[in-house]
T-cell receptor
Framework: AQSVTQLDSHVSVSEGTPVLLRCNYS??????LFWYVQHPNKGLQLLLK??????LVKGINGFEAEFKKSETSFHLTKPSAHMSDAAEYFC?????????????FGAGTRLAVHP | GAVVSQHPSWVICKSGTSVKIECRSLDFQATTMFWYRQFPKQSLMLMAT?????????EQGVEKDKFLINHASLTLSTLTVTSAHPEDSSFYIC???????????FGQGTRLTVV
């Protein structure tokens, strides 16, 4: 069975400083991995996805993530945080490799950005 | 990008009544729709997967007679919470996709409060 573990439930950064949200995955085969963002009382927006192409994936709003098979990690980073980045972030693995069937969500990381 | 719309955005109902939540794909035909439940400050839990024209597949522990799902057309799926109780209060989110290897787009969610 596939699963994801988000290592931090809360992350707090100052505006303009780097963001690092950590995610480790468990999978029996090559996974498809995603990062979604959820603003309060809103639906989810896809930030980026990894589906066995380039290991460094660039997403929207300046976010990127690197797939490291040896470390079973897919950490999300951004060089400089903006106030608008404050939200809940979910690391997600797809149960079907290469596809979007049955997404398994991590517990989420709440990102706070301070002035 | 593709748009998925949920209606209503929020609803308050009395215990014992039923509530219907609609999920529409506005600019694409969705062969599959997913229904998730999110408790406060928690992650999304998949409730069921529905394919157009067939019965929904429910996840373990989800009562199919309580959470009725209908996917009658390629652009509409409904979730009906029957005989609602306060413990059914939650944030319900749907997602829709064209096919198994395409991205699933999320609705904005429906906050249900049962009093």
């Amino acid at each position: 069975a596939q699963s994801v573990t988000q290592l931090d439930s809360h992350v707090s950064v100052s505006e303009g400083t780097p963001v690092l949200l950590r995610c480790n995955y468990s999978s029996s085969y090559s996974p498809s991995l995603f990062w979604y963002v959820q603003h309060p009382n809103k639906g989810l927006q896809l930030l980026l996805k990894y589906t066995s192409a380039a290991t460094l994936v660039k997403g929207i709003n300046g976010f990127e993530a690197e797939f490291k098979k040896s470390e079973t990690s897919f950490h999300l980073t951004k060089p400089s945080a903006h106030m608008s980045d404050a939200a809940e972030y979910f690391c997600v693995v797809s149960e079907v490799p290469g596809g979007y069937n049955k997404l398994i969500f991590g517990a989420g990381t709440r990102l706070a950005v301070h002035p | 990008g593709a748009v998925v719309s949920q209606h209503p955005s929020w609803v308050i109902c009395k215990s014992g009544t039923s509530v219907k939540i609609e999920c529409r794909s506005l600019d694409f035909q969705a062969t599959t729709m997913f229904w998730y439940r999110q408790f406060p400050k928690q992650s999304l839990m998949l409730m069921a997967t529905s394919n157009e024209g067939s019965k929904a597949t429910y996840e373990q522990g989800v009562e199919k007679d309580k959470f009725l799902i209908n996917h009658a057309s390629l652009t509409l799926s409904t979730l009906t919470v029957t005989s609602a109780h306060p413990e059914d209060s939650s944030f319900y989110i749907c997602s829709a996709r064209v096919s198994v290897n395409t991205e699933a787009f999320f609705g904005q969610g429906t906050r249900l409060t049962v009093v």
